[in-house]
């Protein structure tokens, strides 16, 4: 492992994933049961970062989980040969069912040391938003590991992470794998997620520029995948006493990289129709108390009605990030009643946010 575990929440399960160096056969033990690395009864090994998918339930009932790794000498049609199995073993924490303790990231462009130490400024967490742009695009496969070392220093692989994913996620050589190596349902950057009493809906725009665009030169197709995700947001409204009005939901939120309803100047201007459905069908049926977003690369509080709503804005919404030259800055967040937030800054500046 190059790392600590990153353990995902996506939908009602945990993704526990991880970079490794050497080809190995790789599995998690934990409730007395063991979650494979297997694709259609094949172990995986010939793979950069492991992928095991374990119910909450389970892990969140059992407190730890025990990271199983074995590395390929020869996998040799038959008689395949492996090393001893090394077997590491990780406490973990659920996100209380009240009072959790949340901090937000996004736009951390590879920067690793800056990003932590903001993060060390909010205090012990109880959940990480790493809300896109971590890497600084996806030209090297080797800045994904922006996404693991983050996660190892802030999380140890001891509590949840959501992620979602960037604009500048999509370019480069191994965008098309971007999924591959990040959490993902059903191959889809988009999904539900409920932890603690915390119900929330990521949502991807893509590009920020019309399709077309010189800069891509081809190389993406979003309008499609996103009047994809306005089919999810219906099909989450009429499921929704699963979704957001399940049991235990208390706090409902939007994570989402791009601040969709605020339109800039051209060539940002785009999928008004688009965007300006999603925040109906938001702002009518799930009723969000807040939209975390990043992208602008500014720390701003974002009201309903304001200088950044230009298309209805479901609910308040806090753009949570900002970045210079080894600074940081984030969001922290405290989900009581009502919910508490501060700007914290990698100089250890804290700035508490009237909601």
Not at 185 to 192: I, K, R
Not at 273 to 296: F, R
Not at 300 to 308: I, K, M, P, S, V
Request: with cysteine; glycine share 8%; hydrophobic share 35%.
């Amino acid at each position: 492992m190059k790392t600590t575990p990153a353990v995902f929440a996506v939908g009602r399960e945990y993704q526990i994933m991880v970079p490794v160096s050497e080809n190995s056969l790789f599995w998690i033990e934990t409730g007395g049961e063991s979650f494979y690395d297997e694709q259609n009864g094949i172990m995986r090994s010939i793979c950069s970062t492991h992928r095991v998918i374990v119910p909450m339930e389970v892990l969140d009932r059992a407190g730890e989980y025990t990271v199983c790794e074995r590395e390929i000498i020869d996998r040799k049609p038959y008689f395949p040969e492996t090393a001893e199995t090394k077997r590491t073993t990780f406490k973990f924490r659920p996100v209380p069912k009240s009072g959790a303790r949340v901090y937000h990231i996004a736009d951390t462009h590879n920067q690793i040391a800056a990003p932590v130490s903001a993060a060390e400024c909010f205090g012990k967490i109880d959940l990480l938003i790493m809300n896109g742009d971590i890497p600084d695009h996806s030209g090297d496969i080797a800045n994904y590991d922006a996404i693991y070392k983050i996660a190892d220093v802030v999380t140890g692989g001891h509590i949840p992470i959501v992620f979602s994913r960037g604009n500048h996620d999509m370019r480069g050589y191994y965008a098309e794998l971007f999924a591959e190596h990040t959490p993902n349902h059903n191959g889809n950057t988009y999904y539900t997620f409920m932890v603690g009493n915390i119900w929330g809906l990521v949502l991807d725009c893509g590009e920020d520029k019309d399709d077309l665009h010189s800069e891509y030169g081809l190389t993406v197709r979003c309008h499609k995948f996103r009047e994809r995700q306005t089919d999810f947001i219906k099909q989450i409204i009429a499921d929704k006493k699963n979704e957001y009005k399940a049991k235990g939901v208390e706090h409902r939120i939007i994570v989402c990289h791009n601040p969709f309803t605020y339109i800039q100047k051209p060539p940002f201007d785009i999928e008004k129709e688009i965007y300006g459905e999603w925040a109906k069908l938001i702002k009518d049926n799930i009723k969000p108390e807040l939209m975390l977003c990043g992208h602008i690369h500014k720390l701003a509080l974002c009201e309903q009605g304001g200088a950044y709503d230009h298309l209805g804005q479901p609910c308040t919404m806090i753009l949570g990030s900002d970045i210079k030259d080894n600074f940081h800055a984030g969001l922290g967040l405290v989900f009581s009643n009502p919910i508490k937030a501060q700007f914290c800054s990698s100089d250890g500046t804290v700035t508490p946010i009237d909601l």
